[in-house]
């Protein structure tokens, strides 16, 4: 097997690590982490990252400006992988330095850990692309996907997850005791932890009377439009945080215009670290620097250089050459949307190209 050190200057100039190696490393992190509890306990000071997406060059630009590791301390709340073009490079990156640097770096699971989202949303098709048409690499890291921690609480006080509340979960030791070391099930208390989205916008009824117009948020859980996990309102933040002896959460999981957004007067705090999402939302990103549980900072940043390249690159050639070369029906009978989805049909699945114009074309609203 390589070094560490070699696998870690591969990986910082962009390059792939060997298949074997992959296998290596995974089988080597699941040593290490199936020692941990599903809820793992950390000090400040700690940088809190959001998710990745696999935009490793926005990767790469979170340490230039949070400091590199071991220099400084990281949790990330998950969703490494799909959507970006560098789903590989970036979960491999974080994993050698977590065998590397095991107490200087904390990494949780995000409901796109999963062989089953993995499948629809790019990493798959990614591995293969990338490890010539073998799926032996998506197989190794989803293996390993299954023992990642599901939560961190930093200074006893800062309860940190990738999604949410769930309500099987009133106390942290119900965590505690999920058996976490399995694909993500479609519902339950590990479920909701990966995809429950915090929720304190008035619901508007036009159908109301003009007194009942405006709907107080709900309080308690709701049915997620994601369709898994919740959405949970304020009350439900303030009885978990009493029962468990917690000040605040912070959590990822949706896209936020400027990088972060507090919920509940800060006893929710989103962190988003996915800049220009997609390589064409034009969102702000953020790493949250912990210096005490009282004491932080928001490092809001921009997308990376060479993520404007690429967008300017392949992904605006790839739509322009579509809409020249057709002859059927005219572009502008054709909304972008429904333009994308009738390419997808004749394209190389693995070309760079397919992946950037497909990561370009999928909709943010509640998209998983
Ligand atoms: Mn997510």
Not at 12 to 32: D, F, N, V, W
Not at 72 to 91: C, H, M, P, Q
């Given at each position: 097997?390589?070094?560490?050190?070699?696998?870690?200057?591969?990986?910082?100039?962009?390059?792939?690590?060997?298949?074997?190696?992959?296998?290596?490393?995974?089988?080597?992190?699941?040593?290490?982490?199936?020692?941990?509890?599903?809820?793992?306990?950390?000090?400040?000071?700690?940088?809190?990252?959001?998710?990745?997406?696999?935009?490793?060059h926005d990767l790469l630009e979170i340490f230039h400006i949070g400091g590199p590791?071991?220099?400084?301390?990281?949790?990330?709340?998950?969703?490494?992988?799909?959507?970006?073009?560098?789903?590989?490079?970036?979960?491999t990156l974080l994993m050698v330095l977590k065998l590397r640097y095991p107490n200087?770096?904390?990494?949780?699971?995000?409901?796109?850990?999963?062989?089953?989202?993995?499948?629809?949303?790019?990493?798959?098709?990614?591995?293969?692309?990338?490890?010539?048409?073998?799926?032996?690499?998506?197989?190794?890291?989803?293996?390993?996907?299954?023992?990642?921690?599901?939560?961190?609480?930093?200074?006893?006080?800062?309860?940190?997850?990738?999604?949410?509340?769930?309500?099987?979960?009133?106390?942290?030791?119900?965590?505690?005791?999920?058996?976490?070391?399995?694909?993500?099930?479609?519902?339950?208390?590990?479920?909701?932890?990966?995809?429950?989205?915090?929720?304190?916008?008035?619901?508007?009824?036009?159908?109301?009377?003009?007194?009942?117009?405006?709907?107080?948020?709900?309080?308690?859980?709701?049915?997620?439009?994601?369709?898994?996990?919740?959405?949970?309102?304020?009350?439900?933040?303030?009885?978990?945080?009493?029962?468990?002896?917690?000040?605040?959460?912070?959590?990822?999981?949706?896209?936020?215009?400027?990088?972060?957004?507090?919920?509940?007067?800060?006893?929710?705090?989103?962190?988003?670290?996915?800049?220009?999402?997609?390589?064409?939302?034009?969102?702000?990103?953020?790493?949250?620097?912990?210096?005490?549980?009282?004491?932080?900072?928001?490092?809001?940043?921009?997308?990376?250089?060479?993520?404007?390249?690429?967008?300017?690159?392949?992904?605006?050639?790839?739509?322009?050459?579509?809409?020249?070369?057709?002859?059927?029906?005219?572009?502008?009978?054709?909304?972008?949307?429904?333009?994308?989805?009738?390419?997808?049909?004749?394209?190389?699945?693995?070309?760079?190209?397919?992946?950037?114009?497909?990561?370009?074309?999928?909709?943010?609203?509640?998209?998983?």
């Open positions: 097997m390589m070094k560490l050190d070699e696998c870690l200057e591969l990986l910082y100039k962009g390059q792939l690590l060997p298949e074997a190696t992959i296998r290596a490393l995974s089988y080597k992190l699941k040593e290490m982490l199936v020692q941990q509890s599903n809820v793992i306990h950390i000090s400040t000071p700690v940088t809190v990252v959001g998710d990745i997406h696999g935009q490793f590791v071991p220099n400084t301390n990281y949790l990330f709340l998950g969703d490494y992988v799909d959507r970006g073009l560098y789903s590989v490079e970036t979960i200087r770096i904390h990494l949780l699971r995000g409901n796109h850990e999963s062989r089953q989202i993995t499948q629809s949303y790019g990493f798959y098709t990614e591995c293969l692309n990338k490890y010539g048409g073998n799926s032996k690499v998506w197989n190794y890291l989803t293996d390993f996907f299954d023992y990642l921690v599901l939560c961190c609480i930093i200074d006893d006080e800062l309860f940190c997850v990738h999604g949410g509340l769930s309500p099987n979960v009133q106390t942290i030791d119900q965590i505690r005791i999920i058996d976490r070391f399995r694909e993500i099930p479609h519902d339950g208390a590990m479920a909701d932890l990966v995809w429950s989205d915090p929720e304190d916008n008035p619901i508007i009824d036009p159908t109301a009377t003009s007194e009942g117009f405006y709907y107080e948020p709900s309080q308690h859980f709701q049915v997620s439009p994601r369709g898994a996990g919740y959405t949970f309102g304020r009350s439900v933040v303030e009885k978990f945080l009493q029962l468990n002896n917690m000040s605040r959460i912070y959590r990822a999981h949706q896209l936020c215009n400027e990088g972060f957004q507090i919920y509940f007067d800060g006893l929710v705090t989103t962190v988003w670290s996915a800049p220009n999402y997609c390589y064409r939302c034009g969102n702000k990103a953020s790493i949250l620097e912990l210096y005490s549980k009282d004491v932080y900072y928001f490092n809001v940043f921009e997308e990376a250089p060479e993520n404007k390249s690429l967008n300017e690159g392949s992904t605006t050639k790839v739509i322009q050459e579509y809409f020249n070369n057709d002859n059927n029906i005219s572009s502008s009978q054709l909304s972008l949307m429904d333009g994308f989805e009738a390419m997808e049909e004749s394209m190389d699945l693995f070309s760079d190209a397919y992946q950037a114009r497909s990561a370009a074309s999928r909709k943010v609203e509640y998209f998983l």
